[in-house]
């Protein structure tokens, strides 16, 4: 288990890079890499070499997350003044924009089936999901306001929701806010289940293990990658390393191994067996906001590869075997 | 018909065959194709079949005769032997001879075996194969049979060569490749025989065989998801397959054990509920089977150590039975299904009483049906159950060294533990299990040196054992390590084996060592309270560590728990424990916020007189909450009267906490009489020195002198200087200031001081840029954002001190200039450098990403937007952007806040929106938000704003009475900001609103006196203001004499020279004064010179004039710097006229000075400037002249 650097782009971006998701291969061409900047620009690169293939431009803010359809075929971006542009990869046309309220939309991702694109809704304290028919919003799954807490505290919206994921069956959806928890739903039932405690601070990043529905990885601004079991409720690992915020992570296919991105600058390889960093890459000279794994399939195509996006507008990319 | 006509056709093929025989009776071959037409003819009449046959077998033997070279008579004829006329000799004959003429004939190679195999002859069966298959490398059926016959034989490698081979005949046989696959898992190649087993499942899904050993293959590898899932696919095939049931029932039992090591005990518990089920129903399909009920005694068990004590949601109040039931009933429950385990282990038992390791099982089970019962063992001498039964393993199989162990774990005695480990290594001195056994036994006895050498071995041995590694961390007297590795080798403990005893461990030494709040604690205690609810440590621990992660509410029902659980499990109470145990509640409540119960909590401690030092600041400080001021102060007096007493630790928090009380409470000057009664020696410690100097900032008389530098001297690390350097800075700006205005030079003066010593320290710097953003002169606004150092890996600011963000957005917004990022749009005259491509705007972008709940972050955005867009000319795209992040940032609850510092950013939104709307056209937008923002509770000085706009807005609409209204209330209102009252002047003068000499000019010189080092600018600016009144009249006299004195008063500011260059031009044309030429001349090359960009026009002014005054080559050197001034997609057709008179001259062959753009013909610059501007009738005719 370990990362191999392949080839890296400096200045890849004008400004800092903040998002990346790899592009599933379609019959026609293999996966692509989708980065998002602070220079309002989307851009696609062909690996291994990491050629530019388009330069999607439109956005008037920083763009803060992208996502990739699991056919490959269209893809969506968001910005921090909240429009989410959903467009076609190939051709870069636009299928559909989808408004809200600035800070009501942070990271996105779509389901594993593609039929819904869930969005963390930010200040909204909701995961916002909608329909990728007919890109209307079907449901809001609103985290419950604790009993006690009083509406005005510290501006109410200590529930900011940062990050979002999908269980690999569809059934679950996880997210993550700024106090530190991690709340689950039911989404066949559009139902709130149970917090998941013990960060304490933002959590930034979460993915569910590919093998297995019930394990969730995230990653908080408290330094920590912490396992949970997301149905039982409980804590069952934390990883200790990073010496400052963690601000992306994600699961290799074979779920054996977790990348995280930090910004210690750092990109660290986890083997979940030992549960212990294996490796850290320290090529990035700026904190390193997303780390993306390349997901199975498409022609030939065997060898894993792991995409880092850094504040130092440079791209990475490594073999992962 | 068609029988009939295949019938005519058949009988007309016999007729030739026969014939073609008849007339060549010597062709074996044709003698072969008859007897093959008459052996496949098919008939209804067996007899008349068989009859055929015959005929056929005639003619087979005299083909053979005839040709004895040809293997496929013979084969027919081993055919007609073994079938029809039974003579199995005759047939074996035949297909030998079939075989030898052709080892690849696979029918007769495969009938041949099938004859030798019903005879029993498996040698002469394999020869018959191997002869076959060394003689053609094609002879697969001869490979496939040898593979069959060796696997048979266990011969596993052989086999695998010749199933290899035969595969290749036959890839698409499932039978081969599970028979291929059987031979790699018997030879120990896993990986190779799940892929061929994975091949067989590809082939054929039904194949149950193949499903069972690849799940038992995946179970050993410990991939027991995969496994799982192969045996449930078989027993959908097959749902009575007893094995795939035993196999999915092992399997989800790996993996719950897999999951109960990480801690997952919900997800455990779930997994073993299925196993159980699974077990039970294969103990009814096969109820004789020991090891199903061996196995069903292994999942029970581990339900019963795996199952959690569910904590519900045990509100504030605590039902004591409730809780003490609930843990009563999960006992219950672990112990019932232990109980069957052991039962379960018994059946097992008897059914194979010879198997040893089923005794050490029901041992086990009943030690833990023992422990979970709290029998008491009540007599000593006699032997326990659990002893007994890993006797009788031991008696079965003596030399079993884990047995011994076994013995060794569940015995009571202490020395019969010791013999059982003892014996247990002397079978095998590396058993480190028993060397932990022993480890611990010692540690009980207080033999420390054994100890440690016992789990020093049994480290060594196998280091992935949870025990020594925890027995190590208890060590801490014995050897002394530091807390901090205690603590590492307490962790790696438990995340080898979450025990609760462990992970209890693991928060106490991290309480020591500092680590509370870390997540590898929190993950083990709330995993400890799961398993040890009855333990009030437990709580305890979980409470404390909730509370260092400042979740009160859950520490203080922790806590609460942790009480219940003392009074109903502990057998003796400890007065101390239940002290500690208040104490943490009324600590944490008052964390809370809940002074009520911290009081109540603190009176219980007093009445039973616990309460100590730290007791007594709780108390003091939720008295003082609920408003109990009095009785608060007496407390602290008790505390203070305490403090001679106290280590020097707490006697320090002890002081410092009596020192913000009184000040607090009594207020400043009592505080500080009580600090000068008190002795002096109290104040020797830097948290204490923090404390008296905030004070002493405060305090206008310096009483605290001498205490305050006394303490000043235990400041120790650089940090600490750092921090009271910011003090003292900001004491100075209380204390030398005005009665208005804060001492912001003498707090910056300091600051700069300081920040030479200590360069690299961040809080200094920030402090320093922000009182440089807050002293309101212009120029220190643009060196705040230099001082300040964006550093990507800062870590969160804490309260109260501004980010390096706010101050770099604040100070962008503060110049105009220093936001800009290009200057396509505009020509800032701004003389102060400032840092080009900071990016303001992308570095609020990051700080909002970064933190994207920070209302800041966001408000400095949208001001500095705004920036952007006013230096744009409010293109449609931004003045969106704004709005909508806008439209949120007003929402914001925050807002509803009635502190200055609120309503003012409020303020200055709402003007925001206001502005927008009015450049968007939108009137009523605009009047309703800067009317709105006329409402807020503000002083007057800032409402003034709001009315200006006010003011604007209605001039937009045309509104003059309204116009008017406004105009008035801000008059009435008045501000302190020089630049209102000079847009009040501007309006004024626009619409008439007032004619005599104006209030506002009035109110401007007393405002822009108060400025003392920025009047004679403002003073200037107000002149420069009236010299464009004077232009708009058509006054140019006028004009000149303010703009004069405008000039006369700001030596700095370019535009004012340029104006009045521009107006000395104009009065030169019109009164053909050469004075005012020279005049225009002075200042233009002024305006020229102090500008640090060069400012368009300036230069071709001055151009101008110079040729006035006929000098030809100043005249071109000053077109030529125009030409620069201008960003090349900005150029004024005009300009490109200039530039063809210029071509012109250097055409007529004067000096030479196509400096600009050389080879440019007069005529192409004349077209670009048509080009530029087609509408100009002047340029065509240039153009018209030069054509000529």
Known sequence: MKLAGLKSIENAHDESVWAAAWVPATESRPALLLTGSLDETVKLWKPDELVLQQNNTGHCLGVVAVAAHPSGIIAASASLDSFVRVFDVDTNATIATLEAPPSEVWQMQFDPKGSILAVAGGSSASIKLWDTATWKLIDTLAIPRPESSKPTDRGGNKKFVLSVAWSPDGRRLACGSMDGTISIFDVNRAKFLHHLEGHYMPVRSLVYSPVDPRVLFSASDDSHVHMYDAEGKSLIGAMSGHASWVLSVDVSPDGAAIATGSSDKTVRLWDLNMRAAVQTMSNHADQVWGVAFRPPGGAGVRAGRLASVSDDKSISLYDYS | MEAQEEEGKNDHVLRKLQESVDSNPDDASLHFNLGVFLWEKEEQEEEEEQEWKEKAAEHFVRSAKLNPQNGDAFRYLGHYYARVSVDTQRAFKCYQRSVTLNPNDSDSGEALCDLLDQGGKETLEIGVCREASEKSPRAFWAFRRLGYLKLHQNKWSEAVQSLQHAIRGYPSCADLWEALGLAYQRLGMFTAAIKSYGRVIELEDSRIFALVESGNIFLMLGSFR??????????????????????????????????????????????????????????????????????????????????????????????????????????????????????????????????????????????????????DKHNPNSWQLPEKMSLGGLLLEGDNNEFWVTLGFVSDHNALKQHACIRGLQLDVSLAVAWACLGKLYRKEGEKQLARQAFDSARSIDPSLALPWAGMSADTHARDPTTDEAYESCLRAVQILPVAEFQIGLAKLALLS???????????????????????????????????????????????????????????????????????????????????DAVQECEDLKKEGLLDAQGLQIYAISLWQIGENDIALSVARDLAASVSAMEQASRAASVSFICKFLYKISGQESAIISILKMPKELFQNSKISFVVSAIHALDESNKLESVVSSSRCFLASNEEIARMHCLVALGKLVKQGSEHCLGFENGVHHLRKALHMFPNSVLIRNLLGYLLLSSQEGEDAHSASRCCIVDPSHSPNKEGSKSVFEILGAGAVACFASSMSNKKFSFPTCRYPCMSGLGAIQQLQKWLHREPWNHNARYLLILNFLQKAREERFPRHLCT????????????????????????????????????????????????????????????????????????????????????????????????????????????????????????????????????????????????????????????????????????????????????????????????????????????????????????????????????????????????????????????????????????????????????????????????????????????????????
């Open chain 2, 226 to 375: 995969k496994g799982i899932e192969q045996f449930r696919q078989a027993l959908e095939i097959s749902p009575k397959s007893v094995s795939a049931h035993y196999g999915l029932a092992s399997g989800l039992l790996s993996l719950s054990k897999e999951c109960t090591n990480l801690g997952a005990f919900r997800w455990g518990t779930s997994l073993l509920e299925e196993a159980s089920k699974v077990a039970k129903s294969t103990t009814c399909l096969a109820g004789n089977v020991s090891c199903i009920w061996k196995l069903h005694g292994d999942i029970q068990l581990a339900y019963a150590k795996c199952l959690p004590w569910l904590e519900e949601n045990w509100n504030l109040e605590i039902d004591e039975e409730a809780f003490s039931n609930s843990i009563l009933n999960w006992k219950r429950s672990c112990c019932l299904s232990a109980i069957s385990a052991n039962y379960s282990y018994q059946r097992a038992l008897h059914l194979a009483p010879w198997q040893a390791n089923i005794y050490t099982d029901i041992a086990i089970s009943s030690d833990l049906i023992c422990s979970l019962k709290e029998d």
């Open chain 2, 514 to 596: 500092g680590h509370l709040s870390s997540s590898q604690v929190f993950g083990a205690i709330q995993q400890a309270v799961q398993h040890a609810p009855y333990y009030p440590e437990s709580h305890n621990l979980n409470g404390l560590v909730c509370e260092a992660r400042c979740d009160y509410q859950s520490a203080v029902a922790s806590y609460r728990l942790a009480r219940c659980a003392i009074n109903t499990f502990s057998g003796s109470i400890l007065k101390s424990h239940l002290r500690d145990i208040s104490f943490n509640i009324a600590r944490s409540l008052s964390k809370a916020g809940n002074a009520l």
């Open chain 2, 881 to 1188: 952007i704004i709005e909508r992040l806008n439209f949120v940032a007003i929402s914001n609850q925050l807002y509803l806040k009635k502190d200055t510092c609120c309503q003012y950013q409020k303020f200055q939104l709402l003007l925001c929106a206001s502005e927008i709307s009015l450049q968007g056209g939108d009137h009523l937008g605009c009047v309703n938000h800067a009317e709105n923002a006329s409402t807020l509770l503000l002083p007057d000085c800032y409402l003034f704003f709001a009315h200006l706009q006010l003011c604007r807005a209605y001039v937009a609409k045309d509104d003059f009475k309204n116009l008017r209204k406004e105009y008035i209330k801000c008059l009435e209102l008045k501000t302190d900001y020089c630049i209102g009252w000079l847009c009040l002047k501007f309006m004024d003068s626009h619409h008439e609103l007032q004619n005599e000499l104006s209030i506002s000019e009035l109110n401007f010189k007393e405002c822009s006196k108060e400025r003392k080092s920025s009047c004679d600018k403002w003073m200037a600016l107000f002149d420069l203001l009236q010299g464009l009144i004077s232009v708009q009249n058509q006054d140019f006299l006028r004009a000149e004499e303010f703009l004069a004195q405008a000039c006369s008063l700001s030596d700095t500011e370019s535009c004012i020279f340029l104006c009045h260059g521009v107006i000395c031009m104009e009065l030169a044309r019109q009164q053909c004064d050469s004075q005012y030429l020279s005049h225009a001349i002075k200042s233009l090359m002024k305006a020229q010179e102090i500008s640090l960009i060069p400012l368009p026009f300036v230069s071709t002014l001055l151009a101008q004039a110079e040729a006035s005054r006929g000098s030809k080559a100043k005249w071109e050197k000053n077109l030529c710097l125009e030409w620069f001034s201008w960003p090349p997609e900005l150029r004024p057709a005009e300009l490109f006229l200039q530039m063809h008179l210029l071509a012109r001259h250097s055409n007529s062959g004067s000096e030479s000075s196509s400096c600009v753009e050389p080879y440019q013909s007069q005529q192409r610059w004349v077209l670009r400037a048509i080009h530029l501007n087609p509408s100009c009738l002047r340029y065509w005719k240039v153009l018209q002249r030069l054509m000529q």
